[in-house]
Each structure stands twice: as C-alpha cells, then as structure tokens.
C-alpha cells in the first residue's frame, strides 16, 4: 500500500521563476492538501483539492495555485517565485468519506529553495 | 497568524523524565489533533481528540481535551531518546486545519 509521494525531492530556483510541485495521493484517498512549512515553523494551510476542485484555501496569494487530477494526483504550481517562498511543501492526502474524522498522511515533502 | 497557540517552544529533557505540551485557542475547538515531526521528516498523525473532556492514551503518550474545547495537552511519561521531535497540535475547521508553531522536544540520554 503506497504512501503519499511527493516530487522532485528537492528543488533550486531563481526570484521570478516559475515552479511545480507533483503529489500522489496514498492508496484509496480522494483528498489532497497542500502545507507551506517554513523553518522552524508549524505546516501553513495553502489549499485542499476534492473532485479536481479547490475546495478551500488559507492566506496564500493567487501566485499559488493547484490541480487536481482524474486519479486524485495534484500539482501545486508557484509564480514568480519569491525568497521567501522557500519552504519545505508537504502534501497530504485524505478521505472525504471519513467526515470530520480528518486523519491526514503527509508525503515527505518538496524542499524548495529560491535564490 | 497562529489560531492556535502552543507551549513551551523548546523542552529539554533527561531520558526517562516525563514531558508534557500544552496547545491553546481563544475560540471553541470542534476537534484537535496532534501530529510528530521528527527532525529531518514529515509531521504523523498521532490523534484526533472530539469530546469535551476525552482522555486518550498511545502507551506512553496521554492526550487530554480541555472541558471548555478551548485547550489540549500531550504528555509522555518515561521518555525514550525515540521521543524525540516537534510536537504539532492543530485544529480542524471546514476543510481547513490550522496548525500551532510546535514544541520541539530533545532527550539527552
């Protein structure tokens, strides 16, 4: 049974680039959410994708948007990247039938550095 | 900024001493849960607590859920060098979980 995937492990760009960031979701969940964590930090909520919708989303700007595909992957795609978007990108995956019971599985993260 | 606020940022502690976090919200909490972080590694979720009230325990780990659903503790008791990490408690809302900024445990053996 997989777990949550995540890639490229980790990722150097410069101010004003653009990036994305690839999630497969683990085995049988339909959910994926997306967490900024910067160093020393706790996970900042981004946005969560249900049926290849966005279906609620923090105080992230328009630069950061998603995607959610047919088999539940998403992708987290950043504009004109930022020194301060360098951060640690965890996705994790849930089951919407699971109700309020919200057991997330995290995946090992994006490690994003802007230079 | 943090909705939910969580203390002692940074614990030391000697093996075999117990350890205990606390997380705080000024609102009602409809749930809270509690992940680990190891350093170097992604949070894990250990818990979700619902009821006011409600007393959980993971062997060695006791999670309490304050009466008023405004707070909730972690507490380990013995710890192991295993223990080590940051401790997350975070509240669910919609669709949403907003997490706290962690308490960072270190164990000296």
């Known amino acids: 049974d997989a777990g949550v995937t995540q890639s490229p492990t980790h990722l150097i760009k410069t101010r004003g680039q653009q990036v994305t960031l690839r999630c497969s979701p683990k085995s049988g969940h339909d959910t994926v959410s997306w967490y900024q964590q910067a160093l020393g930090q706790g996970p900042q909520f981004i946005f969560q994708y249900y049926e290849e919708e966005e279906r609620q989303r923090g105080n992230f700007p328009d630069r950061f948007s998603g995607h959610q595909f047919p088999n539940y992957s998403s992708e987290l795609n950043v504009n004109a990247l930022l020194l301060g978007d360098s951060a640690l990108y965890l996705c994790?995956?849930?089951?919407?039938?699971?109700?309020?019971?919200?057991?997330?599985?995290f995946g090992p993260g994006t490690r994003l550095t802007v230079l | 900024g943090q909705q939910v606020m969580q203390i002692p940022q940074y614990q030391h502690v000697q093996e075999g001493e117990d350890f205990t976090t606390y997380c705080n919200s000024s609102?009602?909490?409809?749930?809270i849960q509690w992940y680990k972080q190891r350093p170097g590694g992604h949070p894990v979720f250990l818990i979700q607590l619902v009821k006011s009230g409600e007393v959980k325990k993971q062997k060695r780990l006791t999670f309490q859920f304050g009466e008023a659903k405004k707070n909730s503790s972690l507490h380990i008791t013995a710890t192991q060098t295993t223990d080590v990490g940051t401790y997350f408690c975070a509240k669910g809302g919609g669709f949403k979980t907003i997490f706290g900024a962690g308490t960072r445990l270190f164990v000296k053996a």
């Open positions: 609102t009602t909490l409809s749930n």
């Open positions: 994790a995956s849930s089951l919407a039938a699971s109700g309020t019971y919200n057991e997330q599985f």
